[in-house]
């Protein structure tokens, strides 16, 4: 998953992505302004505790630092960066101090979501518009047409497309557009030290709510100085802060909620690896996800909850308990399920 890290000049996005980097910076051999990370996940590390096998694979994060250009916001490299992306992580200014003090008018992240999310919307207008003109001219009337006017119409009411029910056929002819506001998006509210304590700016949580976006709320200048500690001194310097998560983990778990993943499991000797697809995916899609000749040859999932097998301890005794279960191609795959398909190809 690629995550894009963006919002205006003075906003703390750089300092929010070298917290994320940790004291490694920008890993070795990578390009600069990219950071991978690994997903934590201890249901990962525990099958693996019991398969012992060659390979353990977590779901991985790239977080990238994007430029939103100045004074030009929104040039045309920085629509290039963000339509590559999967989420946009928008950072948001919840803090002032003496190298930036609050503008004449006080700090309002509420204004500042809604002239990103503004400027968002009317980027992807001039495309469908453009697009619109052009079809016109040559009187083409298909799927394409359908779902540009469906989506103009959204984007003339300030609605982001990423709110707008556009499925199936028209959703595979606009595809290639890669609307920007139809990017799913996290909100990064970065406050000050004192604001950790306190919930500042709760209008916020309410903008949010009401744009269906996941919101998260931590302190970019504190989270970076962590960073930079061992391991166990970040534990220790997060509990004595009241900070419940860091922003590794707040980010990567606001940036599963913007997409609407969950995690399944594969599991053996050779593997023991973690993948992710959106809610809802059926055992079809989740197998194609694995590799595609499972998805060409299904023929049952053998489905059993983490938790479950961990109980059980082994394949042998789950099986003999009878708590793997074969389902069909149309199961909706859980959250936390050891799926193994039976594939014929």
């Given at each position: ?89 928008v950072a948001l200014r919840g803090f002032s101090d003496d190298f ?105 949580s309410k903008a949010a709510e009401d744009a269906k976006v996941p ?124 799926v193994h398909v039976r594939f014929n190809v």
């Amino acid at each position: 998953m690629n995550v894009g890290i963006f919002g205006h000049h003075g906003a703390g996005k750089s300092t929010l992505f070298r917290a994320l980097a940790g004291e490694e910076g920008a890993p070795q051999g990578k390009q600069a302004g990219v950071c991978a990370i690994k997903v934590p996940d201890d249901r990962v590390d525990r099958l693996a505790e019991v398969f012992r096998p060659k390979k353990v694979t977590h779901v991985s994060i790239s977080f990238h630092d994007i430029d939103a250009g100045e004074p030009d916001f929104l040039a045309p490299q920085t629509l290039a960066s963000l339509r590559n992306m999967e989420v946009l992580a928008v950072a948001l200014r919840g803090f002032s101090d003496d190298f930036h003090p609050a503008p004449p008018g006080g700090l309002s992240p509420v204004s500042e979501f809604r002239e990103i999310s503004s400027a968002l919307v009317l980027s992807d207008y001039l495309v469908a518009q453009k697009r619109i003109e052009r079809m016109t001219k040559e009187a083409r009337r298909d799927a394409e047409w359908t779902a540009l006017h469906k989506a103009i119409g959204a984007l003339e009411r300030e609605i982001p497309l990423r709110q707008v029910d556009i499925r199936g056929e028209e959703e595979r002819a606009i595809s290639g557009f890669r609307f920007v506001s139809r990017i799913p998006m996290l909100l990064v509210l970065n406050v000050g030290e004192d604001g950790l304590r306190a919930e500042p700016f709760p209008e916020l949580s309410k903008a949010a709510e009401d744009a269906k976006v996941p919101l998260v709320r931590l302190c970019a200048k504190v989270e970076e100085e962590i960073s930079q500690l061992s391991p166990a001194e970040q534990a220790e310097f997060l509990r004595e802060m009241g900070i419940a998560r860091g922003v590794r983990a707040q980010l990567v778990r606001g940036a599963f909620d913007a997409m609407e993943y969950l995690s399944f499991f594969t599991v053996g000797e050779e593997e023991v690896r973690a993948w992710n697809v959106r809610r809802g995916t059926n055992a079809l899609a989740a197998a194609g996800k694995i590799h595609s000749d499972l998805e060409k040859g299904f023929i049952r999932a053998e489905v059993i909850p983490c938790e479950e097998f961990l109980r059980c301890g082994s394949m042998a005794k789950a099986r003999t308990e009878g708590k793997l279960r074969l389902e069909g191609k149309e199961y909706v795959v859980k959250d936390g399920e050891i799926v193994h398909v039976r594939f014929n190809v």
